[in-house]
C-alpha cells in the first residue's frame, strides 16, 4: 500500500546516510543505531498504511449501503482537479459547500457521538461511536411507510442502524441511516446545533406549524437536489422507500460550478499543452469559469440551486437529476418561479394552483422571496442585476472569501455598494441621515434587510429595495427602518420618511402610529413575522439603537409561542442581553415547564433594578408597569395562519 508516509521514511532514511557513514568507524553501535531508527520509519509508515485500509473498508462499508459516486457523463470529480489548480482545491477544500454532504467519518462529525441517548415523543434514541462507525438505536423509522390495518397500532420495532450520510457542517448537522432496502436513506429524527452544542428535534427547527404532521424525509428525493454534485434520484416503486439513487459527487464539488470536466482534463493533461494554449491567448472551452461569464449566467450557476425553481419535466428529473450544466440558461430547463413577475411567467399561475401552498410557503404576498438559501430569486427581482450588472461574484467569492460568508474582500460594509454607486462614497451622512461610522449608514441595513427567514434566525433578503413604508403595509414586509430602532412605531418612521426623502404618508392605523413596530408584529404577525421579531430583538445593531432593557416580557410572550422555532430563537435572543445569558429553558420540553420559566423571567424583570422605561410605544404604562390591557388586545388581534416556511 502506497502512501505519503513511506517516502517521509524514505527520505528520513536517505537523510541519515550520511551520519552512519561518518560513524562506520564505530563498528556495530553506528549501524545498529541507524537500523533501528530504519526499522522504526518503516514500521511507523506500516502502521499508517495500514491504518489507511482500514479507513478505506469503512467507506466500502457506507458505500454498500448509500448512494453512490458514480463518473458519469463527463464528470470526474474535484480530486481530479487538485494536481493542476491546487490553491483553488484547497480553499475549495475549507468551504462548506464540500461539506454538504459527506460520509460520517471522523473529523467529519461535529458532535461527541461517544455516547449519546436522546428522548422523542417518549422515545429514546441511542447513538455510539463503534471504532470509527457512528450507529444509532432507534424505533424503527419506515414504521410509518409500512401499510397497517385501520384501527391496528402496533408496537414499533426497536432497530440498531449505522449511520450513513451527514449533511450540513455550519450551522447545523443531520444525519441518515439506511433504509432496509439499502441506498435510500432516512433521517435521523434529532439534529446537532453546532454554534449551540445542542441536540433538537430535527422537525421543530423548521417554522413549521405544529398541527401539521411531520413530512417523511427520505435523502434521495429532496436534499440530492443541492447537496449533491450531478444527483440522481432514481426512485423504484415499492411499497417501502426504495432508491437506486448516484451521484457524480457527493456534496457541492467542482463541478457544480465549472460543469464536467473530462473534456478538460483530457485536453490539458500534458503541461507543455497547458502551456503553449494559455501562451495563446485563448479561450478553454472545455471547462467554465463563472467568473468570466456574463452576469446573468454566472448568477445562474448559482441560481441552480440558491434559486426556486420550477420543475416541469419531474419524470425526467427523477431519473437523471436537473439537466442545467454551467454556462447554459437556467430558464430553458428549470426556470426560476417568480411569482412577483407572472406577466414574464403566464404558466405559473396555472401551475400554482397545482400546489396551493407554493407561494405562501416561500414569498411575500408580493411575490419577493422570504426564505433561506433562495439569495437568486432576491437579486433577480432587484434592479441592480435588472438594469445593471450585479451578479452573485460582485460580492461573493468561492476561492478568495472566508468560508463563514463566502464574501469577497472589504465586501461586508459600503465597499460592496461603493462598486456601482461610488457617488455615495462623500455624501453618504446626507444620504442616510445617520452618522457615517454607524450600523444606520451601512447600506447593507436599510436596503437588504434582515427580512428573510431560514436556519432559525433572520437573514438579508436579496432583493435589494428601498424602504418605505407603503411598501410594508402592502406587503407585510417588516421595514427595515424599525429592524434598527426597534424601540419605535411605523408612524415615527414614516414621518422621517416624508420629512427627509419626500415620501407621501401613508394611512395608519392608531396602534401603528404609536407602538413599536415589533411589538405589535411579536404580538399581532404571523409565525414568520413573529420568528423575525425574535430574532431582531436579539439583533446587537437593533440593541445598540433601541436598547435592550425593554424587550424582555416580549422575548418571554415568544418563548410561549405555538411555534417551536420562534421559542427557540426567542430564547437566544433573550440570554443575549445583559444579565439574562444564564436563563435555562427547553424549547420542546413539557408545556407546564416552559410556562413557568417565561413566567419567572417576567416576574424577575418586573422586580429588577433596571429602570423601566416608560413609554407607551413598549406598551408601558405612565407608572412603569406593563400595560396588559392592550397587551392582550393586541394578542387576540394575532394572525393565526398556518405557516410552513420552505426554507
Known amino acids: 500500500m502506497q502512501s505519503h508516509w513511506y517516502w517521509y521514511a524514505g527520505l528520513i532514511v536517505l537523510a541519515t546516510l550520511p551520519v552512519a557513514w561518518r560513524f562506520r568507524g564505530a563498528g556495530v553501535r553506528a549501524w545498529l543505531v541507524y537500523g533501528l531508527f530504519a526499522g522504526a520509519c518503516g514500521a511507523l509508515a506500516s502502521i499508517h498504511a495500514r491504518r489507511l485500509e482500514e479507513q478505506r473498508e469503512v467507506v466500502r462499508t457506507l458505500e454498500a449501503v448509500s448512494p453512490r459516486e458514480e463518473k458519469l457523463g463527463g464528470y470526474v470529480g474535484s480530486d481530479t482537479c487538485q494536481a493542476c489548480h491546487p490553491r483553488e482545491f484547497e480553499t475549495w477544500h475549507q468551504n462548506y459547500h464540500r461539506t454538504m454532504t459527506q460520509r460520517p467519518l471522523p473529523g467529519n462529525v461535529a458532535a461527541d457521538l461517544t455516547k449519546v441517548s436522546l428522548t422523542l415523543n417518549g422515545e429514546n434514541y441511542l447513538l455510539e461511536r463503534v471504532g470509527d462507525e457512528y450507529w444509532a438505536e432507534m424505533p424503527d423509522p419506515e414504521f410509518r411507510l409500512l401499510p397497517r390495518a385501520d384501527g391496528i397500532q402496533a408496537a414499533k420495532p426497536r432497530v440498531r442502524k449505522r449511520l450513513t450520510l451527514l449533511t450540513g457542517s455550519h450551522h447545523m448537522q443531520v444525519f441518515w441511516i439506511p433504509a432496509s432496502r439499502p441506498n435510500a ?67 457541492i464539488g467542482c463541478e457544480a460550478c465549472h460543469g464536467p470536466g473530462e473534456k478538460h482534463v483530457a485536453k490539458n493533461q500534458m503541461p507543455l499543452a497547458r502551456y503553449l494554449h494559455r501562451a495563446a491567448g485563448k479561450k478553454d472551452e472545455t471547462i467554465v469559469n463563472p467568473a468570466k461569464l456574463e452576469a446573468k449566467a454566472s448568477s445562474q450557476v448559482c441560481g441552480n440551486c440558491h434559486g426556486i425553481k420550477w420543475i416541469p419535466g419531474q419524470l425526467a428529473w427523477k431519473e437523471e437529476g436537473f439537466p442545467y450544466r454551467p454556462g447554459e440558461d437556467l430558464d430553458a430547463t428549470t426556470p426560476i418561479a417568480r411569482p412577483a413577475r407572472t406577466d414574464l411567467q403566464p404558466w405559473l399561475e396555472a401551475a400554482m394552483k397545482s400546489e396551493p401552498r407554493f407561494k405562501e410557503d416561500r414569498f411575500w404576498p408580493d411575490g419577493i422571496v422570504r426564505v433561506s438559501g433562495r439569495d437568486f430569486n432576491g437579486m433577480l427581482e432587484s434592479a441592480c442585476y435588472q438594469k445593471g450588472d450585479l451578479s452573485c461574484l460582485s460580492c ?74 407603503e411598501t410594508t403595509l402592502k406587503t407585510q414586509r417588516p421595514l427595515a427602518c424599525n429592524l434598527c ?163
Open 485 to 647: 430602532h426597534i424601540d419605535k412605531s411605523l408612524g415615527w418612521s414614516a414621518r422621517h420618511m416624508t420629512e427627509w426623502y419626500g415620501h407621501p404618508k401613508p394611512a395608519l392605523t392608531a396602534d401603528q402610529e404609536r407602538i413599536a413596530y415589533t411589538a405589535l408584529m411579536s404580538l399581532k404577525g404571523d409565525a414568520g413575522q413573529r420568528a423575525l421579531m425574535a430574532w431582531t430583538l436579539g439583533w446587537d445593531s437593533a440593541t445598540a439603537a433601541g436598547g435592550s432593557d425593554w424587550q424582555v416580557p416580549l422575548l418571554g410572550q415568544l418563548m410561549a409561542d405555538s411555534y417551536s422555532a420562534v421559542r427557540f430563537i426567542a430564547a437566544r435572543s433573550l440570554r443575549s442581553l445583559p444579565e439574562w445569558s444564564e436563563v435555562k429553558f427547553d424549547f420542546v420540553g413539557p408545556e407546564k415547564a416552559r410556562s413557568e420559566v417565561v413566567e419567572e423571567v417576567v416576574r424577575r424583570w418586573e422586580q429588577s433594578s433596571v429602570s423601566k422605561r416608560k413609554d407607551p410605544a413598549l406598551l408601558m404604562t405612565p407608572g412603569g408597569e406593563i400595560d396588559f390591557e392592550v397587551w392582550r388586545r393586541l394578542r387576540s388581534q394575532r394572525d393565526e395562519k398556518s405557516v410552513d416556511l420552505q426554507e
Open 185 to 251: 436513506q432516512l433521517l435521523f429524527p434529532f439534529c446537532y446545533l453546532i454554534e449551540d452544542r445542542a441536540w433538537v428535534p430535527f422537525h421543530n427547527t423548521f417554522l413549521r406549524d405544529p398541527a401539521l404532521r411531520d413530512p417523511i424525509q427520505i435523502w434521495n428525493n429532496n436534499c440530492i437536489n443541492c447537496h449533491s454534485t450531478g444527483g440522481q434520484p432514481r426512485p423504484r416503486q415499492t411499497s417501502l422507500a426504495t432508491s437506486d439513487t448516484r451521484s457524480m459527487e457527493l456534496g
Open 396 to 469: 461573493h467569492s468561492m476561492h478568495h472569501s472566508n468560508p463563514k460568508d463566502m464574501l469577497k474582500r472589504n465586501m461586508e460594509g459600503n465597499e460592496a455598494c461603493f462598486q456601482c454607486h461610488g457617488d455615495y462614497r462623500s455624501k453618504i451622512v446626507e444620504h442616510t441621515r445617520h452618522r457615517a461610522d454607524s450600523t444606520g449608514s451601512l447600506c447593507y441595513n436599510c436596503h437588504m434587510p434582515h427580512v428573510t427567514y431560514g436556519l432559525l434566525k433572520g437573514i438579508r433578503n436579496h432583493f435589494i429595495e428601498s424602504p418605505k413604508v
